[in-house]
């Protein structure tokens, strides 16, 4: 890969953006447990917009199917915020996040979308498995929150 001045602006925009939003969920959090699922979300979002970003996982980084992960995104950030971020509703948000995730997968592999890539199917499925493992995780640990803290909807 060759880096170019703005790959390295994304990546700083990238890295800051967590941080403020690590930053400002842990403010209002004073549970570990919920700490650590905001984390590991913003430590898979990251990590998908990358990945995405760099080399693609629907064929390569030029696939248009590969936006439909934006969608993934759209997902988790409106459920979170639908959830006013408690934790049984992070938890339930997180659980959606997992199931686009793995339906992108799906239409793209039905689809045929990314056929020409030299790892197809292999590369969309292991890093689907990878993605909805970080998001289930994530839901995980936001359930235990919310029984630690008694926390509702």
């Known amino acids: 890969m060759n880096w170019d ?4 602006v994304v990546f700083i925009a990238l890295l ?7 930053k400002l969920a842990t403010r209002m959090a004073a549970n570990n447990t919920y700490r650590f699922g905001v984390g590991l979300a913003l430590a898979a979002s990251f990590i998908l917009i990358w ?19 934006l969608g993934v995104l759209a997902v988790g950030i409106v459920g979170a915020a639908l959830a006013r971020f408690r934790p049984r509703g992070m938890a339930r948000a997180l659980l959606a996040t997992a199931i686009a995730q793995a ?24 890093l689907t498995a990878f993605f909805v493992a970080l998001w289930l995780g994530s839901a995980l640990l936001f359930r235990r929150a919310a029984f630690q803290t008694g926390i509702g909807d």
């Open 16 to 22: 800051l953006a967590v941080g403020v939003a690590y």
């Open 51 to 69: 990945v995405n970003g760099a080399v693609g996982i629907i064929g390569n980084e030029d696939n248009e199917a590969n936006m439909l992960y």
């Open 5 to 8: 001045a703005l790959d390295f």
């Open 103 to 126: 339906a992108v997968a799906i239409v793209a592999l039905v689809a045929g979308w990314g056929s020409s890539g030299p790892a197809w199917p292999a590369d969309v499925l292991v």
